[in-house]
T-cell receptor, first 116, second 112 residues
């Protein structure tokens, strides 16, 4: 158990819908990262927040957005869902801003999103 | 983005050492080499990292070539629990913050 929690574990929805994935980082961690894992693209970095502010951005679609709240939990919002958005979405957290090599990322168990 | 290449799959027998290779063709002088692994139905977990010198921890050892263009993750005695996908990454840090770029990884199968 990494200490990172994600809800829900599974989510099934239809094309065109909007969903919100939630992540609670480990106690004391200030950074939250979101990754998408699909069969064809592998594990891809989406976005990072540090203490409420966006820090790094990867290949995140415009239909996707995220935020980190004052209590440090984070939400990833996915809208206008398409079949290709079906994937595992992982959240990770780390103590610092992620810029140092010692800033290990701890991953949650993931949310499996299925778009029908 | 930095790109690493790894064999698609490797097999080992339980209790035997396993050497998992990685090529870091685009690594820069200040990038660290990080290894993560993903057990079945779980999120990735950190294994080990290093810059130039070989590194050891309770999970594994990391051997880094002198030119840093390759690294090898060493599991000294594989167990069934080590069956996982192993990823090597070039960690830039700094203004890239915590962005990790994962390749396809190596699927390790451990036979009893």
């Amino acid at each position: 158990d990494s200490g990172v929690t994600q809800t829900p574990k599974h989510l099934i929805t239809a094309t065109g819908q909007r969903v919100t994935l939630r992540c609670s980082p480990r106690s004391g961690d200030l950074s939250v990262y979101w990754y998408q894992q699909s069969l064809d693209q592998g594990l891809q970095f989406l976005i990072q927040y540090y203490n409420g502010e966006e820090r790094a951005k990867g290949n995140i679609l415009e239909r996707f957005s995220a935020q980190q709240f004052p209590d440090l939990h984070s939400e990833l919002n996915l809208s206008s869902l398409e079949l290709g958005d079906s994937a595992l979405y992982f959240c990770a957290s780390s103590v610092g801003s992620g810029g140092r090599h010692t800033d290990t990322q701890y991953f949650g168990p993931g949310t499996r999103l299925t778009v029908l | 983005d930095a790109k690493t290449t790894q064999p698609n799959s490797m097999e080992s027998n339980e209790e035997e050492p396993v050497h998992l290779p990685c090529n870091h063709s685009t690594i820069s002088g200040t990038d660290y080499i990080h290894w993560y692994r993903q057990l079945p139905s779980q999120g990735p977990e950190y294994v080990i990292h290093g810059l130039t010198s070989n590194v050891n921890n309770r999970m594994a050892s990391l051997a880094i070539a002198e030119d840093r263009k390759s690294s090898t993750l060493i599991l000294h005695r594989a167990t069934l629990r080590d069956a996982a996908v192993y990823y090597c990454t070039d960690f830039a840090g700094g203004t890239s913050y915590g962005k990790l770029t994962f390749g396809q990884g190596t699927i390790l199968t451990v036979h009893p």
